[in-house]
């Protein structure tokens, strides 16, 4: 059975602050990686990942998978109020597989 | 362009009625389609896929059913609701392509 942990489950930083979120995996048939933010409805797109060590970057986040070791991180650098979310990781495999997600609060 | 509509956007029923939540694809055919249910710290459940019309593929045993009548068109049901179904309801679409998942706005269920 495909198994995505993400951690930590909850976090409350300030604003300004970088954070780091995490996520590994337990993956048959491994496609590829994919981060989400869930706001108050469904959840958006960020990133998508398939080759390990090449980062991907927009704006103040980035990700960037570990192949090897079976994560991934997203960073969140100069952390604003607006971050404040849910971020999902989800695996790509025979099937699409979701972690509980880390629920970020940012304070101003 | 290629959108993806779910409705309604918050449901409250009563225990034991019957549920109805569509979801529909626009600007693609002969999408992948999923239902996901999201409870309180649980993570986004796969419920039910679809390759194809009338193709319905069922991940967990459950009170819910789903239909696909029309190629953009998935359904989820249930003859009568009970408490333990209350959540977020998410209709997703596969790019395919390793492109990734959009998902719709969702519906939040809550059966009394």
């Known amino acids: 059975e495909d198994k995505v942990v993400q951690s930590p489950l909850s976090l409350v930083v300030h604003e300004g602050d970088t954070v780091t979120l995490n996520c590994s995996y337990e993956?048959?048939?491994?496609?590829?990686l994919l981060w989400y933010k869930q706001e108050k409805k469904a959840p958006t797109f960020l990133f998508m990942l398939?080759?390990?060590?090449i980062e991907k970057k927009s704006g103040r986040l980035s990700s960037i998978l570990d192949k090897k070791e079976l994560s991934s991180i997203l960073n969140i650098t100069a952390t604003q109020t607006g971050d404040s979310a849910i971020y999902l990781c989800?695996?790509?495999?025979?099937?699409?597989?979701f972690g509980k997600g880390t629920h970020l609060i940012i304070q101003p | 362009s290629q959108t993806i509509h779910q409705w309604p956007a918050t449901l409250v029923q009563p225990v034991g009625s019957p549920l109805s939540l569509e979801c529909t694809v626009e600007?693609?055919?002969?999408?992948?389609l999923y239902w996901y249910r999201q409870a309180a710290g649980r993570g986004l459940q796969l419920l039910f896929y679809?390759?194809?019309?009338?193709?319905i593929s069922s991940e967990v045993p459950q009170n819910l059913s789903a239909s696909r009548p029309q190629d953009r068109q998935f359904i989820l049901s249930s003859k009568k609701l009970l408490l333990s179904d209350s959540g977020f309801y998410l209709c997703?679409?596969?790019?395919?392509?390793?492109?990734?998942?959009?998902f719709g706005s969702g519906t939040r269920l809550t059966v009394v």
């Open positions: 679809s390759v194809g019309i009338g193709q």
């Open positions: 600007g693609t055919s002969n999408p992948n």
């Open positions: 398939t080759s390990s060590g």
């Open positions: 993956v048959t048939n491994f496609r590829s």
């Open positions: 997703a679409w596969d790019h395919g392509q390793g492109i990734g998942y959009t």
């Open positions: 989800a695996v790509v495999g025979d099937g699409l597989t």
